[in-house]
């Protein structure tokens, strides 16, 4: 405001003398024009000083874009740190989450397992039969039977208690009825990676593996390797179950 009064002032002098040298002698012309140039002066002197000030004025706006680019940048800095730490949390809660399906997995093979030791439905098949033992010696039931149609007969054990084999093992022996007991007494020696059988025994005409809680094992075979006129019996060959694990096993029609 002061530079600017001071402005006003030197053009206020330059119109009085511009008004002397115009209406003025010779005397007052050489005045004039003194007070022309001294009045010139001070206006060039007031102009670089303004430009001075805008120079100045100038450089401080630079200074100040400068820093406010400084801060701009700081903020873009800390806002990317910021995503970064959002990102990284991000990637915590979906590991966490994966963990969580992970065992979600788990639980879910879990239960599976826990039903593939129920035993398979029914599929209406006669020649194809089902039969189970839990953590007592018994099986579900002890008489079983096909058609005479069959050509090939398969019969699945299944174990749906939760002990282990070693300790009640169970599996599904077919023998001729006079031949059971001494085919079970034989395969004590063979233990349970032997499946308690003798082995090679001609007189075993079918048997499933020994099965432990949660496993099932079955076994196929032909029809025509039973004889008309001859019993047959089922028994489990783990010792100690076949004199009470045992079943008639008939064929009908
Ligand atoms: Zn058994």
Request: hydrophobic share 45%; glycine share 8%; net charge negative.
């Amino acid at each position: 405001m002061k530079r600017m009064n001071q402005s006003l002032k030197n053009w206020t002098v330059l119109a009085f003398a511009l008004s002397l040298a115009a209406c003025g002698g010779s005397e007052s012309t050489d005045t004039a024009e003194s007070t022309i140039e001294s009045a010139a002066d001070t206006v060039t002197e007031t102009v670089d000083d303004a430009v001075d000030t805008a120079t100045e004025a100038a450089d401080g706006a630079v200074d100040a874009a400068s820093d406010m680019m400084d801060d701009a940048a700081d903020a873009v800095a800390d806002a990317v740190d910021e995503t970064v730490d959002a990102a990284d949390d991000a990637m915590d809660a979906a590991h966490s989450t994966m963990d969580s399906a992970a065992d979600a997995v788990d639980d879910a093979a879990g239960a599976l397992a826990g039903a593939a030791a129920a035993p398979p439905a029914d599929d209406g098949d006669p020649c194809t039969l089902n039969i189970t033992a839990g953590d007592n010696i018994a099986y579900s039931t002890n008489e079983l039977s096909v058609p005479s149609s069959c050509t090939n007969v398969t019969v699945t054990l299944t174990h749906t208690g939760n002990l282990p084999k070693i300790a009640m093992g169970h599996n599904w022996v077919l023998a001729a009825a006079g031949d059971a007991d001494a085919v079970a007494a034989a395969g004590t020696g063979a233990g349970v990676d032997g499946n308690y059988l003798p082995a090679g025994d001609e007189r075993i005409i079918a048997a499933t593996e020994l099965v432990g809680g949660g496993e099932s094992s079955s076994v196929t075979f032909a029809l025509s390797k039973l004889k008309s006129g001859t019993d047959y019996v089922y028994v489990c060959s783990f010792p100690g179950h076949w004199t009470i694990m045992k079943g008639t096993f008939t064929v009908t029609g």
